[in-house]
């Protein structure tokens, strides 16, 4: 199998973790590098953090790039109330000794670019990365592959305005940039005629929730990584229950590695997305589903995913164990079972 050669752009942030976490588990992908964004927390700190993972992970030979530490042009706004202060959950892990945070994330994408044919990137946090580098030179985007992005909403309510997603509300300048012009460089995609953008948005997303029971059966499956995650997401359960009612925690981030490695997962249809940079709806992204602008589709939209199957392929590679029964298992507590 050839592995999808891919640079994850990322703001760690507790489900940005558990993402790194199963695209190092996943067979299909070939992690080159981690860039960090100011988004769920400085740039910085989610460097730090990503840092932090690989460690636990023991895949320190992955080099972390630093990136843009404030929007394009809005001011920044952390998602730290819902992440803890250190973004992960408040949960004290040490930072990692030895082993530096390099500079200069948009010059490492342009220059990985221009080597690699065929690049994926994993946009998670917001794209101001990914719009500076496009901004830049934008004819090596000729070499894209595609831009999987964890961000936007379809039909679903926005989890920070009432129409908007995080990421694209966070820096929604960047995310109009790049809806507007990905496509010119080339038409990207693994496939011919692929729009050069998946939008892995809220739709989606909101259908994957790591509930106290998953996690319970995660820590007898693997109690280091079932305690691992335990810690970090403790945080995240009760901002949850707190603010949207759930039990559990939408894990957001981990649904679109997953996609990259196992694109039927999701289904979803292709249309010409933008998104608002001003106002009351600030963020926001509007999918012409009808073609009311007659416009060449820029993204696929996703709007169904098969819960039991990502819940299952999430924990049988952080956890191991039998396939068959954690499918098992999984059918049964996505379908409403209320114990183990």
Known sequence: MEKKKVIIDCDPGIDDSLALMLALA?????????????????????????????????????PVYQGAEVPLAREYVSAQDTHGEDGIGDSGLPDVNGVPVRAGA????????????????????????VALALQREPEVFKNLGVLVSMGGSFKSHGNCSPVAEYNYWCDPDAAAYVYENLGKSKACGLTEGEPPIHMVGLDVTRKVVLTPNILEYMKRLNPEIGGFVEKITRFYFDFHWEQEGIIGCVINDPLAVAYLCRPELCGGFDAYTAVETKGISIGQSVVDAENFWKKAPNSRVLTGVNTEEFMTMLLYRLCGGEESEIRKMMAYSCRGGDGL
Do not use: H, W
């Open 106 to 129: 948009v010059d490492y994408i342009l220059d990985t670019l221009k080597k690699e044919k065929g690049l994926c990137l994993l946009a998670i946090g917001p794209m101001t990365n």
């Open 26 to 62: 996943s067979p299909e992908l070939e992690v080159l590098g981690i860039t960090t964004v100011c988004g769920n927390v400085p740039a910085d700190l989610g460097a730090r953090n990503a840092l932090k993972v690989l460690q636990f992970m023991d895949r320190l030979d992955i």
